[in-house]
């Protein structure tokens, strides 16, 4: 099925632990997205990318990095997780950013850190 | 930065009743974006509204975006099970797009 397609969708990790979140659309979208949620806070953007070779810091991008691998992938990195940083993840993907329509999310990644 | 508002943060309403949430931006927008999101899973896209004032419909749905361009609403007609969710707005401003922290809907069958 076309979309979004994030992985894993369940973690749990211990403080100071390092993880990466994989995110793959397959609609040959420019741009792509990862965002957290947290309850009574709405989405924020970490990081996003608005075309294929580039990046750039959203809202609340302390902790995280990110690769831009290919059109198609677009990955979130944790080095050392905190339990701030327990949340629930999605990934998004847009035809060329929010002037021209609206975002594609994946099906969210619910982590957990202690 | 811009600041959203959405409210109310919850509404209860017995099936058949109208419901409303509202979005309010600090700046003027480039547009504004709608989402569903059903308990346990992601936002889904609604609908995009970009000229000053405009008024769209999807069967019970009706979005509205203000004059100014510095709100939004959007009201459901005679309220369904299938509502349920939190509904979260998008103001863009120059392509920094905000989420309002969603209006949760329940409904009683």
């Known amino acids: 099925n076309a979309g979004v397609t994030q992985t894993p969708k369940f973690q749990v990790l211990k403080t100071g632990q390092s993880m990466t979140l994989q995110c793959a659309q397959d609609m040959n979208h420019n741009s792509m997205y990862w965002y957290r949620q947290d309850p009574g806070m709405g989405l924020r953007l970490i990081y996003y990318?608005?075309?294929?070779?580039?990046?750039d810091k959203g809202e609340v991008p302390n902790g995280y990095n990110v690769s831009r691998l290919n059109k198609r992938e677009f990955s979130l990195r944790l080095e050392s997780a905190a339990p701030s940083q327990t949340s629930v993840y999605f990934c998004?993907?847009?035809?060329?950013?929010?002037?021209?329509?609206?975002?594609?999310f994946g099906s969210g990644t619910r982590l957990t850190v202690v | 930065g811009q600041q959203v508002m959405q409210i109310p943060q919850y509404q209860h309403v017995q099936e058949g009743e109208d419901f409303t949430t509202y979005c309010n931006s600090s700046?003027?927008?480039?547009?504004i974006q709608w989402y569903k999101q059903r308990p346990g899973g992601h936002p889904v896209f609604l609908i995009q509204l970009v000229k000053s004032g405009e008024v769209k419909k999807q069967k019970r749905l009706t979005f509205q975006f203000g004059e100014a361009k510095k709100n939004s609403s959007l009201h459901i007609t005679a309220t369904q099970t299938t509502d349920v969710g939190t509904y979260f707005c998008a103001a863009n401003n120059n392509n920094d797009m905000r989420f309002g922290a969603g209006t949760r809907l329940t409904v009683k069958p």
């Open positions: 700046t003027t927008l480039s547009n």
């Open positions: 990318s608005a075309s294929e070779g580039t990046t």
């Open positions: 998004a993907s847009s035809r060329a950013g929010p002037l021209r329509g609206g975002y594609t």
